[in-house]
């Protein structure tokens, strides 16, 4: 009897310790699927916190602001692009031909701003602006000006955009 009863303790054994290694070795594996889909989770983040530091660039052009420069805005501007919000926010610099344009021009600021305004909304109608655009989006800026102002404006510049 002791010799059955040996026998069958080490079965008992035997079988406990090949349970207990399917016991062990599922959460294991489990673990593992965890630590791969965190890691999976985390890469997922990083990329998207780099796309949208890509994409929240506070500043893509700055110009230096000068004597003869007349700072307008900063223009807030909202509107939904096919569907999707969009916020921007634009500042534009006015380069006058001599100092005194510039302080005969400060008065009239809201009334550059009402040239410069709705110019800046179409600039971002379908979206964020290309090269192409921005560059369009000068010269209209610079030749409504002259209309209003023909001997006193000399250039125009994006000082800021985000």
């Avoid at 534009?92 to 110019?119: C, D, F, H, S, W």
């Amino acid at each position: 009897m002791t010799k059955q009863w040996l026998g069958l303790r080490g079965g008992l054994l035997a079988l406990a310790v090949v349970l207990g290694i399917g016991i062990v070795s599922a959460p294991v594996f489990e673990l593992r699927a965890e630590e791969k889909s965190t890691t999976q989770r985390k890469d997922a983040e990083k990329s998207q916190k780099k796309k949208d530091k890509e994409f929240n660039r506070e500043i893509l052009y700055r110009h230096a602001v000068g004597p003869k420069v007349l700072a307008l805005g900063p223009f807030s501007i909202s509107l939904f692009v096919q569907g999707q919000p969009l916020e921007a926010r634009i500042r534009v610099a006015v380069q006058t031909t001599t100092e005194l344009a510039r302080t005969q021009l400060e008065p009239q600021k809201n009334v550059m701003n009402g040239i410069v305004y709705p110019l800046a909304v179409r600039l971002f109608e379908q979206g964020r602006p290309t090269t192409e655009q921005i560059r369009a989006f000068k010269e209209d800026t610079r030749v409504k000006l002259l209309e209003r102002y023909p001997s006193m404006i000399d250039d125009v510049f994006i000082e800021s955009m985000i």
